[in-house]
């Protein structure tokens, strides 16, 4: 399960009803748009929480990193460090197997959304102008470089506060994105740390505390 939400029950559900277990909960991000489900599941299903190593959560959780691999079945689960919303950000390339040898898609958590990019102020004042060159260097440098065909889902659509210019429509490709997400049209990194820090929508009040619960597991 990924990034779930605070109300764990459906998940129960639906893996109930297909027979399956849910052994891995992980998050994206450290949380700001709710309060997480991720301690929760956990703790109902025994499977462990897992977060990027930069994640300064004070809770129980396993650590992964860049690169990192874990099988699951016939899935393969790809660990890409993809900072920049958060520094603890992570992108996730999945391999199904009897599909193909070859990733299928990318759960982008809120790095890369269908027509826009993660909000790289959540830090408060001080910390956007890094975290905006991080966000260049993880979709430049690492979501752009692959394939056209890799499919694309965020955590997030048209609605969410956690970007601008997000489409209504949940999922894309690597391809499409390349070609008419706005803020992937930059050969400068100046320019995009330009562009991506004007004109943000103003945070939603709750971000700061729900961000803060996030962090402590409360």
Not at 9 to 15: Q, S, V
Request: hydrophobic content about 40%.
């Amino acid at each position: 399960m990924v990034d779930p939400q605070q109300e764990i029950e459906p998940y129960l559900e639906a893996a109930a009803q297909k027979s399956m277990r849910i052994t891995h909960v992980l998050e994206t991000h450290v949380q700001a748009d709710h309060v997480s489900g991720a301690r929760r599941l956990g703790a109902a299903t025994g499977a462990p929480v897992l977060f990027h190593e930069a994640a300064e959560v004070a809770f129980p959780h396993v650590e992964v990193a860049d690169g990192e691999e874990h099988e699951l079945g016939n899935v393969r689960l790809t660990i890409l460090h993809t900072p920049g919303h958060t520094p603890d950000g992570i992108s996730i390339l999945v391999t199904d197997r009897t599909r193909a040898p070859e990733p299928w898609f990318v759960l982008t958590g809120d790095t890369l959304f269908a027509g826009g990019v993660g909000r790289p102020d959540l830090l408060g004042q001080g910390a956007e102008t890094a975290l905006a060159e991080q966000l260049f260097e993880s979709l430049y440098g690492k979501l752009l470089k692959l394939p056209d065909h890799i499919e694309v889902y965020p955590a997030h659509f048209g609605g969410a506060a956690c970007g601008k210019g997000l489409s209504g429509k949940p999922g894309s490709t690597i391809g499409f994105e390349r070609r008419f997400n706005p803020a992937l049209q930059f050969t400068s990194k100046a320019d995009f740390v330009r562009f991506v820090l004007a004109d943000l929508p103003a945070q939603p009040p709750a971000f700061v505390e729900n961000r803060q619960r996030n962090l402590s597991g409360e």
